[in-house]
């Protein structure tokens, strides 16, 4: 039998971090909800996109109010991210199987730049339809 690799130091820190901030947002507390989304911040720049990421990203997911955007804003930013160098491998496929909002917020920012041209900048490029 195979013996499997020792976890990353620090693997946990996601987890640990989401359950912190899905408990403070259950219960109101508003301190420990900020500083847990400090520490996943923090946490995130040096994680490795391995299971625990992913159970994190279950947890933020299933836990947490889907009104709350903080943590899935900055999972989906960091996917992105490591999507560029990866491609789709299998465990980001399964979690956009099991959270479709993860996909929205993975094309999100792309959208609110393309958005942030005001309606009267792209009114002339509309109105010509003479294709010049």
Same mark, same amino acid.
């Given at each position: 039998?195979?013996?499997?690799?020792?976890?990353?130091? #620090?693997?946990?820190?996601?987890?640990?971090?989401?359950?912190?901030?899905?408990?403070? =947002?259950?219960?109101?507390?508003? %301190?420990?909800?900020?500083? +847990?989304?400090?520490? &996943? %911040?923090? +946490?995130? =720049?040096?994680? &490795?996109?391995?299971?625990? &990421?992913?159970? +994190?990203?279950?947890?933020?997911?299933?836990?947490?109010?889907?009104?709350?955007?903080?943590?899935? @804003?900055?999972?989906? +930013? #960091?996917?992105?991210?490591?999507?560029? /160098? /990866? %491609?789709?491998?299998?465990?980001? @496929?399964?979690?956009?199987?099991? /959270?479709?909002?993860?996909? *929205? *917020?993975?094309?999100?920012?792309?959208?609110?730049?393309?958005?942030?041209?005001?309606?009267?900048?792209?009114?002339?490029?509309?109105?010509?339809?003479? %294709?010049?």
């Amino acid at each position: 039998m195979a013996k499997s690799l020792p976890l990353p130091i #620090h693997a946990d820190d996601l987890c640990i971090h989401a359950e912190v901030y899905a408990l403070a =947002d259950k219960y109101n507390i508003k %301190g420990l909800k900020d500083l +847990a989304d400090e520490k &996943f %911040g923090e +946490a995130l =720049d040096l994680a &490795f996109t391995g299971q625990k &990421f992913f159970e +994190a990203v279950d947890t933020i997911y299933t836990e947490t109010p889907r009104s709350d955007t903080r943590l899935r @804003k900055k999972v989906a +930013a #960091h996917l992105v991210e490591r999507k560029k /160098h /990866h %491609g789709m491998y299998p465990e980001l @496929k399964s979690a956009l199987e099991r /959270h479709h909002e993860l996909a *929205y *917020y993975m094309l999100l920012p792309e959208w609110e730049v393309d958005s942030s041209l005001s309606s009267s900048a792209r009114a002339p490029i509309l109105e010509r339809g003479d %294709g010049e």
